[in-house]
């Protein structure tokens, strides 16, 4: 497919709306050095995934043509295809066939949504969720019998969590495990259709094997939830006891046979239990290193986060798609004489796409490079002694799970509006199915609900903010967040965040004293951090303060938190921002002076005005940001998206997406209107 023509890409911008800043010059970007900055350590690992995608680009074409049997099909063929390469076993350990190497498994599956997302989705079911169940959970007895054969896809498994009535409230799952000690068997029962398995990924076709989660019962004792390697087919035919169904067709994803699942007193062996965390002896004594119930559930979840940093990561991505695409069908299309009367202006050179475009390039840039923090976190963590060994770093293992969750929410909601708002660049052209944001619009819509519903993360974010991981954690639903919060004087949970003591050393950096936020530059980054970082203290604290004050009063925990929910989410969302720019700021003051790192910071000033413009109101509110200074704001806004402007094509080429990936022929095969 042919490249966009350098007199496109650099299409005449008159020099007069260009800022005349002192000592600015235009950088130029090395599109590979650039690229090569966001591949990080694992550029290898994502050229491999690159061009296994070029290698199976029809299948682009096999989700619009194919039915969705055959289609399903299709998408199990390449990921076993895919897993022969070893791209999608890079996570497990060598000795079963994998690459022994976390962070370049999570590397790859990011990698993989530059593709076909419903072979992203299945690789995640058979490797992240079902593979990562029975590597993180299980111990070496479920290693021998089941992962040579899973990370090759010999085996297929599914992950059966999520029922119908209980959605993201795991703890109260109702499919019960009850053990009879004398066949030394676990009995698996459906008790009501409430506690069906639902929307599982892989169960409606090709699963083999299921990793229930279940309630625990021994001698009329509930354990709480634990985790079961049952069997559901034999030989492509489903086994006695378990019922099947297919969820049937989707908003998006059908190349993924979700299925629901129903289990009537199926036994599976006492060694079915994934016993990293609890055993049964063959007795019938229940044994566990953690002896709290919830800790040791929360305990076993944390576990699995690695699914959720891939969500997050496989959101970017997709919206790196949707990127690439509308800018460069920005420098190709033509509409209206605007600056001459003999030719029609290039889209991009016109303010308002500037301002829809760029500030979306920018901030997922930011979103990338915080992603490649949590990815760091998680692959240190998991590296390192299991929860239960000695030297297990708990706190770091909390805050990988916070930080995780906050960056998800972000990139995923981050995909969704970016999606849509490149599909509109592109108009009427973006509507056809041809040119891939209808697959990507469906196929990424359900990123915010799955691996945890969006605000319900967030929740989980500001738990962590509210008690800083306090001993009591695990235990915390959300009364008691609200008791112990209750508990303390407002300025300690301000001062636990830590936020309160770099708001107060970055404004020893600014000038002006009190009104630091009206003297600093607005470039400065101490002065863009410390903006985003008083919102946060001042969230938390506001937080902290009306949930003190209701139960002061006397009324119910449960109706405080609820009454406060919007404010806990906004203090949640607030605090994640402020990690991304952080994130950011700091992948910029890192790099060697010269065009590289101009063209980040640059990036990354974009990135953060609009962040604190799109919530100006707030920052007006609590006497912030002056009617004055939001002007300013705005304006250098525009004229970052006009520095940025003849980078633009460069910006999204960096980003690596393969050609074939991009498929829209009309939007970037030849000069719109032109012929071919």
Not at 80 to 95: I, L, N, R, S, Y
Not at 489 to 497: D, K, L, N, P
Request: hydrophobic share 40%; glycine share 10%; proline share 4%.
């Amino acid at each position: 497919m042919p490249t966009v023509e350098p007199e496109a890409a650099t299409a005449h911008i008159d020099e007069a709306d260009v800022p005349a800043d002192k000592g600015y010059r235009q950088p130029e970007v090395d599109v590979d050095a650039l690229r090569a900055l966001l591949d990080g350590p694992y550029r290898e690992v994502r050229d491999l995934v690159r061009a296994n995608l070029a290698e199976h680009a029809q299948i682009l074409l096999d989700e619009e043509q194919m039915t969705t049997a055959d289609f399903r099909e299709r998408v199990k063929d390449v990921v076993v295809m895919m897993a022969g390469t070893g791209q999608t076993g890079m996570g497990f350990p060598e000795e079963y066939g994998g690459g022994g190497d976390i962070g370049a498994s999570v590397a790859a599956f990011e990698t993989l949504a530059f593709g076909d997302l419903s072979v992203l989705v299945k690789v995640g079911v058979q490797f992240g969720l079902f593979g990562g169940a029975i590597l993180q959970l299980g111990t070496k007895t479920h290693h021998d019998a089941h992962l040579a054969d899973l990370v090759t896809g010999r085996t297929m498994g599914c992950f059966a969590m999520t029922e119908s009535g209980h959605g993201s409230n795991v703890q109260a799952l109702g499919t019960v495990a009850t053990y009879d000690a004398a066949a030394q068997e676990f009995v698996i029962t459906t008790p009501d259709d409430t506690s069906r398995k639902d929307y599982i990924g892989n169960a409606a076709a090709h699963a083999e094997l299921a990793v229930v989660f279940a309630q625990l019962e021994v001698d009329g004792v509930g354990h709480g939830v634990h985790a079961f390697v049952v069997p559901i087919r034999e030989d492509g035919q489903v086994v006695d006891g378990v019922r099947i169904e297919d969820c049937g067709p989707k908003m998006g994803l059908n190349g993924v046979d979700n299925g629901r699942l129903w289990f009537d007193g199926v036994r599976v062996p006492r060694t079915a239990l994934l016993n990293q965390f609890a055993e049964v002896t063959p007795e019938g004594r229940y044994l566990s290193p953690i002896d709290n119930p919830n800790k040791r559930f929360f305990t076993m979840l944390g576990t699995l986060v690695q699914g959720r940093v891939c969500v997050g990561g496989a959101g970017i991505n997709a919206a790196k798609v949707a990127l690439a695409i509308a800018t460069r069908y920005a420098v190709r299309r033509r509409q209206f004489e605007a600056v001459s009367p003999d030719e029609e202006q290039v889209l991009l050179d016109y303010g308002m796409h500037q301002r829809r475009l760029l500030p979306l390039v920018a901030r997922t840039y930011a979103l990338h490079f915080a992603q490649e923090v949590v990815a760091g976190q998680l692959h240190t963590v998991f590296s390192g002694p299991g929860p239960t060994e000695e030297g297990s770093d708990e706190h770091a293992r909390r805050m990988l799970e916070s930080r995780a969750a906050g960056t998800k929410v972000l990139g995923t909601w981050h995909a969704t509006r970016t999606i849509q708002e490149c599909r509109e660049a592109c108009g009427g052209a973006g509507y056809l199915s041809e040119n891939r944001f209808a697959a990507l619009k469906a196929d990424t819509d359900v990123f915010t609900t799955f691996e945890g519903d969006n605000h319900v993360l967030l929740q989980l974010v500001a738990k962590g903010l509210l008690t800083d991981y306090a001993g009591e954690f695990e235990e915390m639903d959300q009364l008691g967040m609200a008791r112990f919060v209750a508990g303390l004087a407002v300025e300690t949970v301000v001062e636990r965040t830590a936020v309160h003591k770099l708001v107060q050393s970055v404004r020893d950096l600014l000038p002006g004293g009190d009104r630091w936020d009206q003297e600093a530059g607005l470039l400065d980054p101490n002065y863009q951090l410390a903006m985003l970082r008083f919102r946060e203290e001042h969230m938390i604290g506001g937080v902290a303060r009306r949930l003190k004050r209701g139960i002061d009063q006397g009324m119910n925990p449960g109706a405080v938190f609820s009454r406060v929910q919007d404010h806990v989410i906004a203090a949640a969302r607030a605090h994640t921002e402020r990690l991304v720019l952080e994130a950011f700021v700091q992948k910029a003051a890192d790099l060697p002076d010269g065009d590289l790192k101009v063209t980040v910071n640059l990036l990354c000033d974009l990135h953060a005005l609009t962040t604190i413009e799109a919530d100006r109101a707030w920052f007006m509110e609590h006497g912030r940001l002056s009617s004055t200074r939001s002007k300013a704001i705005s304006r250098e806004v525009n004229a970052l998206c006009r520095k940025l402007r003849p980078l633009a094509v460069d910006l999204v080429d960096a980003f690596g997406v393969p050609e074939e990936m991009l498929r829209s022929p009309e939007l970037l095969g030849w000069p719109i209107g032109q012929d071919a």
